[in-house]
């Protein structure tokens, strides 16, 4: 199912604004009240006004002037605006979407590693209790089409159901890689996981092409 793209607040009240404008409620020359007025006005933020009037004075349909408010520069350039605005606010929503799922990869990420942090401390008492904890390790070699490719774009976790804890490269051992962190050919992963997801790994990384 197609997900509607929801266009950010001061996108939308730029869009108000143009429409006033092209309508004639806001006449060329006239000044549009100050940012703490239209702030209360549309219920947000006065640095939202100030986002939707820089959008506005870039298309030439207002002109921002320091200390003195915005004043009305063309009916048309308005509409103009209000054509051409439903392209922008798909990019610039989608934009937006796509930062906020980035930051919520990233938090995920976070909270996975110290979650692997807490497990690996409490090894000791698993392995006591006869329960240890199920690692392994994958090579990269040196022909997988994963080299030079992040965690992050490869969806790891989301492809194997495995956590990468440790990324072993020669001597050097880079423990809770992040995302952003990419694989050299001789790589060895070192992962936290099921069998099944060890096993999902390895053929992520001998496959002849990644999604």
């Given at each position: 199912?197609?997900?509607?793209?929801?266009?950010?607040q001061?996108?939308?009240?730029?869009?108000?604004l143009?429409?006033?404008?092209?309508r004639?409620?806001?006449?060329e020359?006239?000044?549009?009240y100050?940012?703490?007025v239209?702030?209360?006005?549309?219920?947000?933020s006065?640095?939202?006004?100030?986002?939707?009037?820089?959008?506005?004075?870039?298309m030439?349909?207002?002109e921002v002037k320091?200390?003195s408010g915005a004043v009305?520069?063309s009916?048309?350039?308005?509409?103009r605006?209000?054509?051409?605005?439903?392209?922008?606010?798909?990019?610039h929503?989608?934009r937006?979407?796509?930062r906020?799922q980035?930051?919520e990869?990233?938090?995920?990420?976070r909270?996975?590693a110290e979650?692997?942090k807490?497990l690996v401390k409490s090894?000791?008492?698993?392995a006591?209790a006869?329960e240890?904890?199920?690692?392994?390790?994958?090579?990269v070699?040196?022909?997988?089409?994963?080299?030079?490719?992040?965690?992050g774009?490869l969806?790891?976790?989301?492809?194997?159901g495995?956590?990468?804890v440790?990324i072993?490269?020669?001597q050097t051992?880079i423990?809770?890689?992040?995302?952003?962190a990419e694989?050299?050919?001789?790589d060895?992963?070192?992962l936290?996981?099921?069998?099944?997801a060890?096993?999902?790994a390895?053929?992520?990384?001998t496959?002849k092409e990644?999604?």
């Open positions: 199912m197609k997900q509607t793209v929801v266009p950010s001061y996108l939308l009240i730029a869009l108000d143009a429409r006033r404008i092209a004639g409620e806001l006449p020359g006239s000044r549009i100050g940012r703490s239209m702030a209360s006005e549309y219920n947000v006065p640095e939202t006004i100030r986002r939707a009037l820089r959008l506005l004075a870039d030439k349909v207002v320091p200390q009305v520069l009916a048309d350039s308005a509409r605006y209000i054509e051409n605005f439903q392209g922008s606010a798909d990019v929503a989608l937006a979407r796509l906020e980035m930051e990869y990233e938090d995920l990420h909270r996975m979650t692997v807490a090894r000791d008492t698993f006591a006869g240890p904890l199920p690692n392994y390790e994958v090579p070699p040196k022909d997988s089409p994963c080299i030079g490719q992040s965690i774009a969806k790891f976790w989301q492809s194997t495995a956590t990468v440790a072993r490269r020669g051992v423990a809770s890689p992040g995302p952003y694989l050299y050919a001789g060895i992963i070192v936290v996981g099921s069998a099944a060890a096993d999902a390895h053929r992520l990384v496959s990644v999604s």
